[in-house]
């Protein structure tokens, strides 16, 4: 079973401007944002094999629709964030408080490290490929490798339109992933490439749609609408399918599908 | 060359961390020695590595750090240097640390600050978040004294020095040295510290007045060569009887041989210039018509004459208590870059002591112990040299006008 976490837009709005995405000039139309993020939660819910979790929405705190840094989860404990900038710097107590209900072990990460949680985070196969640069520093990963007891690989970004890991690099299975390469800085790419058997690597185009934010559920990628013809063909040869639904709204604030859920 | 130590700690070696942070470095022409490395035997294990990473300058290794510190170098946290209050008045805590004559910093709220006015067997005092060399002496109760050698640094002098001149430095002390080439070494470093705009400090006693080299000092002085003169009673009236009497000590000078009555002519130049009112006012009456304390006053050169037990008179310009002449000399250093000391020995030790580890310092004296004394007290950094003082200051003087 696979089992995620979500936070319904009640307060969320583009309130500021913390990456590239952002334009407070751009607002978001909410009840447009409302209806995509219901789409998406149907679609979830209505996957074989997936459970769908609810945080409430705190007020003040309008990206905390995007759980996916709400924290880092594994054996029924989690890494609380610490977020970088000020303007999310709140969320990270109402993660906690709803993880601490639900009986997590909660991992508090000495506050002079930032670290985003999952959006800085992913798992595949054994080892864990962490982002750092924009959000997370790298000092949490080498904190972080003695608590996961797991090889952790630390990637550099240096595209700052890309500034989590998971707005660029998305496993696709245990030896599979998507990439943009340019994303990352050269010892990155070359740890992607050696560490991952089939690597995929999309172009500037479909990373900017978001492509690599996909919500992978076996071999059903959730993913904002738009996928080049190229890239869904080759995904299609690997056994993949697209469900491709409308996001505009999140990518307004430099977010899609991934951004919005959190593997519990 | 300024150095930091880094620690780099996690999957290190599979991550390609550390030969990311070590290409780094390299890139921007630092350079690195790995001082300890633990490798993990498992993938899940993770490795350590202690690196010294090292650049030319202390802002280039600032600039390397923080790029390094990104990409996963963490600074080996330094500590502060402990602090504690003087009890008393003039009495430092029992444990303060004793500072050299060498360049000093201080780890203070987590950065090294510069220990400033560094002179040897002081102790330092931090204030408003400045360093301070303190004499003993000096230091009132509750100031805050650095105790013990944790988060204290000294810079030693660098080894290579531009000037062949000072690699004599480090031999031992001997007559036996080719004392022409020194000399005219010695003349260059002169004009190049004069032509930088450093101070020339010069410490003589009496003899070099009985030698017959005053009139050397005398033209090294009128040609600009001397910022600062530091000496005694002796040096002064001495020079000062010659320049009434013609004599030094009683001995004609310019004929070498005693004068009837010449053993009281010192005391007549001392009765003279105390009652002229000081050597300022003897030269302004008219009275002192040439000489080197007739020379320093015409040229500006700041004087400090620092009397002793056994002395005539003394002359009204005299500081006669010990702690305000070293103070007074202390004033007077900053901005010294090279010293001449000639023919004495406790205003040589006095001023060595003074003088901090990067002042080019010459002692010159006919008695080698005088030499070896200097050193011996602690001011290393001297060039050493057994030689007559009037042929000494004779040649000097060629070699400076010559040019």
Redo the contacts between chains.
Sequence with gaps: MLTFLMCRPRYYRVAYEINPWMKVRHPVERDQAAAQWEVLYKTLRGLPGVKVKLIPHARGWPDMVFTANGGLVFDRSVVIPNFRYPQRQGEARHFGAWFGKKGYRLIRIPSRFQFEGEGDALKLGDTWFFGY?FRS???S??WL??KL??????L?LVDKRFYHLDTCFLPLSDSSCLYYPKAFDP?AR??IER?VPNPVAVGLRDALKFVCNAIAVGKRLVVHKGVSRPLRRTLEKMGFRFIELELGEFLKAGGSAKCLVLRL | MPSQTVTIRGHIIDSLILPKILDEIMDASGSFKIEHIRIGQKKTDTSTAQVKVSANTAPHLANIIRRISKIGAVPVAEEDAKLEPAPRHGVFPEDFYCTTNLITWVHFEGRWIPVRNIEMDCGIVIQKGKAWCTPVGKVRRGERVVCGHAGVKVIPLERSRKSETFQFMTSSISSEKPKGRIIRGLAREIREVRRRGGKILVVAGPAVVHTGAGRYLEQMIRMGYVQVLFAGNGLATHDMEYALFGTSLGVNLDKGEPEKYGHDHHMRAINAIRAAGGIRRAVRKGLLKKGIMHACVQKGVQVVLAGSVRDDGPLPDVITDVIEAQDAMRKKIKGVSLALMIASTLHSIATGNMLPATVRTICVDINPAVVTKVADRGTFQILGLVTDTESFLRELCHALNRR
């Design positions: 640069h520093d790298i000092s990963h080498q490798s003695e007891k797991a090889r952790v690989l630390s550099e010892y070359k740890l560490y």
